[in-house]
């Protein structure tokens, strides 16, 4: 069974005429090997974030990506030999690898999860605590918003980046039906009421 951590808390913030954001940044032990799934914008809470766990980035095994958000994304520079996964590609510099299911040689299962981007993706581990699902941005909060974490609430909240609705109803849907816990792509972790 797996285990995993959130090492970086995911934020978004209004400020006047910007906004700051990075996700949450999960660490997962599985087996022997260690993934790290969204590595954000934020380098310094990032290696902030590995050094409470004894890492560096080179310890890193593999890096796992939700969707193509730059916030997401940008900290992927402190891999650059590392193998990089989307939801169906692994990218090993410029050579491209086509995978399905889970992420080879672990539990970790790829849920496809279109609709807040085309290529979005969740990650399904089994942990002792259950199901969780990192879903990335299928769920969001930023920091002014109350997050309301009941079913109706959840499926009928509104997202300013969305670029197919019915997708990310679709999605949502899944993850709901899939997952004890979810974490989001920014937000806080919540169970699922069932
Ligand atoms: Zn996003
Ligand atoms: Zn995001």
Redesign the pocket.
């Known amino acids: 069974m797996a285990h995993l951590k959130i090492i970086v808390n995911g934020y978004a913030k209004k400020r006047p005429g910007y906004e700051l954001a990075s996700?949450n940044t999960v660490l997962i032990f599985d087996g022997t090997q260690k993934i790290l799934v969204d590595p954000g914008a934020n380098k310094r809470l990032l290696l902030k974030g590995l050094k409470k766990e004894h890492l560096k980035p080179r310890d890193i095994d593999v890096v796992l990506l939700?969707?193509y958000?730059l916030?997401?994304i940008l900290n992927i520079r402190l891999f650059p030999e590392h193998d990089i996964y989307d939801g169906d590609t692994i990218n090993r510099a410029d050579k491209i690898i086509g995978y399905s299911g889970n992420i080879p040689r672990t539990n970790i299962k790829v849920i496809p999860t279109p609709g807040?981007?085309y290529e979005?993706c969740s990650f399904l581990v089994q942990t002792a605590q259950g199901k969780v699902v990192i879903a990335?941005?299928v769920f969001?909060w930023s920091e002014r918003e109350k997050q309301k974490t009941d079913r109706k609430s959840l499926l009928k909240k509104k997202d300013p980046?969305v670029k197919n609705k019915a997708d990310l109803l679709q999605s949502r849907k899944r993850l709901l039906a899939a997952a004890d816990h979810i974490i989001p792509?920014h937000g806080k972790m919540f169970k699922v009421e069932k």
């Open positions: 996700p939700t969707h958000h916030d997401h807040h981007a979005h990335g941005d969001w980046y792509g």
